[in-house]
């Protein structure tokens, strides 16, 4: 018997911040495959799925749902082949504390930790690559898996069962975000809600969406660690914990 939490990180806010790069090379895929960025100018990418923002964005500029979909996986070719260059020339930043935090986490065996993402998992892969970062997440749900955030803590808890033979209560899964999605989802499931306010959503926006935990940024390691030392619960499991490093799976 091992004490286990797993701790869910968001990436565009909360790990780093690509100031524009992932926007960028979705709308010259889009403009690429589809003929058209339809209306990603005016959409607000905040919180939503990769998924969602492509649908919501070109459906209602016109695009058919078979148009849609047949273009799929080219434009994730482009858009994943654009990211690689734009994410070296934009000037993407690390958010504090983040690369220490992640270190702290990986270095106890209570602690498991993993992605919850609108980004699709090839699209995370490079952003965190840029960081070096991939390494310090086992598990991950994203983009590929459903269009809606709202689903994911609960595909992320199936996927500790099938893939780590883990009997998860949500009560022991954190879910860190910087938006106002990343609460709702949490608090969907009965999640444990942790706001942090290094996007673009302000702090007295997050505060009213009542977090189970509020942090300004995660550049306080020890602060950020108090939160999982409180009601850890039993958790039986029959499987050994996989490596740091180990790959994460769509
Ligand atoms: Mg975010």
Redesign the pocket.
């Known amino acids: 018997m091992v004490f286990i939490k797993t701790v869910l990180f968001?990436?565009?806010?909360?790990i780093l911040r690509c100031n524009g790069a992932g926007k960028k090379a979705m709308v010259m895929a889009s403009e690429e495959v589809y003929g058209t960025r339809g209306l990603m100018e005016e959409y607000n990418f905040?919180?939503r799925t990769d998924s969602l923002i492509l649908r919501e964005s070109l459906i209602p500029a016109g695009i058919s749902e078979n148009t849609l979909t047949a273009g799929l996986d080219r434009f994730k070719e482009r858009y994943f082949s654009l990211l690689e260059g734009l994410i070296r020339e934009y000037d993407v930043v690390l958010l504090p504390g983040v690369e220490d935090l992640l270190r702290a986490l990986n270095g106890r065996d209570d602690v498991f930790v993993g992605l919850l993402?609108?980004n699709y998992a090839e699209g995370a892969r490079i952003k965190l690559s840029r960081f070096g970062l991939n390494g310090y997440f086992r598990t991950g749900v994203f983009a590929d898996d459903t269009a809606i955030r709202n689903e994911m803590p609960c595909i992320a808890r199936e996927r500790l069962k099938s893939d780590h033979g883990w009997n998860c209560d949500f009560r022991d899964i954190y879910i860190i975000?910087?938006?106002i999605?990343?609460l709702e989802c949490a608090r969907t499931w009965g999640a444990v809600s942790v706001a942090v306010a290094t996007?673009w959503t302000g702090r007295d926006v997050l505060l009213s969406q009542e977090p189970d935990y509020f942090f300004e940024h995660l550049g306080d390691t020890a602060a950020v660690l108090e939160i999982f030392e409180k009601d850890i619960i039993p958790v039986l499991r029959d499987q050994e914990l996989p490596s740091a490093g180990s790959e994460y799976r769509p």
């Open positions: 968001d990436i565009d806010g909360t905040q919180g993402t609108g975000g910087d938006t999605y990343d996007g």
